[in-house]
């Protein structure tokens, strides 16, 4: 089995161009080397092997600063220590210091700031030695002394203007250049962060509504599926002899998969911000008509829900009633309140059906269900405007009982 070529390795950025000034500074070295007449202790083919160190110290300003400042020193004590006057490729060494500021570790930073006076220092020290400053004739006190003061300043002025135009300012342009393209990778770091963090909220926002829609399809077909089968159960038990009777349940049957239709393209239309018409009276009589006794109480002056709240107490009480009618007794009667206060209180308590093989406990099957469904799809909706749930298993005389008790605000925070 072949396997696929690796695709080349890439140099890393800036490589070529720094080899390209590195072979720069050997050709212009050796070719002044060669031309030029150099008064030194060193040979020619010393020379040459100083100028081709000193073009390996700039070559390597990008990728190795700290290489070329301690070649840079290693070839400054090299040359003072033979007396190599000043090249001009040496004008080269702004290079390094460029590279030191802009490239460069913290410790090669903080080691190059020093190097700036410590080379002016050195220069100062050396090239002044032969000023005779010891040997000032008695004879022409005065003219000697003046002399030496101007070659003093005229030296000094030398070593400032070489220090801040070969190494002073290269290296400050160094460091703003590092500093600016920091401030831009940090920028742009901000800015893809910033950019990561909106993708994440538009998936929260899309998960949200597929949660969402979920939640309304299962309210929507659990409620109406239920209703339809207590109505269809209900048919079982009429007389042979009565077939108005069961023309009527027939169209009851009809008109609540006709309704739970209309609400489930009501909800895959994206219209779910309004509950369907009819309100939560329509509930309580679809589930009278389906056979089942209600026991209707409405406490308080009714006020109509802003869009989102109406939705959430349709949606609430439809899954209330749809668990009283799948779990409770059919012939015991199931209990609706709502209470008009400073929030709207909605309870529907209904027998508990433990006959048969619905002996498990209401609140155990349906705490845990899955995701966006039963008792924790309406505490989400709940939640989700500020309201909240209660669910309560209540044992006394006679068969046990469980109520569920939603509470939500009647207006937009």
């Not at 895959?268 to 018409?277: K, M, N």
Request: hydrophobic share 45%.
């Amino acid at each position: 089995m072949q396997h696929p070529p690796e695709p080349p390795r890439r140099l890393p950025a800036g490589t070529v161009q720094a080899v390209l000034v590195g072979l720069a500074v050997a050709v212009l070295g050796t070719w002044e080397v060669g031309f030029a007449d150099i008064r030194t202790q060193m040979s020619d083919r010393d020379q040459i092997l100083f100028v081709c160190a000193f073009a390996v110290a700039v070559a390597s300003y990008r990728l190795r600063p700290s290489l070329a400042l301690g070649l840079l020193w290693a070839l400054a004590f090299l040359q003072v220590w033979n007396g190599v006057p000043l090249l001009l490729v040496e004008l080269s060494v702004a290079v390094i210091a460029f590279g030191c500021g802009r490239y460069g570790s913290v410790a090669t930073l903080v080691a190059s700031a020093a190097s700036v006076p410590a080379i002016g220092l050195l220069l100062v020290l050396t090239y002044g030695a032969g000023l005779e400053l010891l040997e000032v004739p008695s004879a022409n006190e005065a003219y000697y002394s003046a002399l030496w003061a101007g070659s003093l300043r005229s030296l000094l002025t030398r070593v400032l203007l070489f220090g801040t135009a070969l190494l002073i300012v290269p290296w400050l342009v160094g460091v703003l250049v590092r500093v600016l393209r920091r401030e831009a990778r940090t920028r742009a770091e901000q800015i893809e962060t910033a950019r990561e963090r909106d993708q994440a909220e538009e998936l929260a926002e899309v998960k949200e509504g597929q949660a969402r829609l979920a939640r309304d399809v299962h309210d929507v077909v659990g409620h109406s599926l239920a209703v339809i089968l207590a109505q269809a159960e209900s048919a079982q038990y009429l007389p042979d002899d009565d077939p108005a009777r069961l023309k009527d349940t027939l169209a009851t049957i009809a008109t609540s998969a006709r309704t739970s239709l209309q609400d489930v393209r009501h909800v895959l239309g994206a219209t779910g911000d309004r509950p369907p018409s009819g309100g939560l009276d329509t509930l309580v009589e679809g589930v009278r008509a389906s056979g089942h006794e209600v026991i209707s109480t409405e406490i308080g002056e009714p006020r109509p829900l802003p869009p989102e709240l109406a939705t959430v107490a349709y949606r609430v009480l439809q899954e209330m009633l749809t668990n009283a009618i799948r779990h409770g007794r059919r012939d015991e009667p199931l209990h609706v309140e709502r209470h008009w206060q400073d929030e709207l209180r909605i309870e529907v308590s209904n027998v508990v059906d433990t006959a048969g093989v619905e002996t498990v406990p209401i609140a155990a099957r349906d705490v845990a269900p899955a995701p966006g469904n039963g008792l924790e799809g309406m505490r989400r909706r709940l939640e989700s405007v500020g309201g909240r749930l209660d669910v309560r298993p209540r044992s006394g005389a006679g068969f046990p009982t469980f109520t569920v008790t939603a509470w939500l605000p009647t207006s937009a925070t």
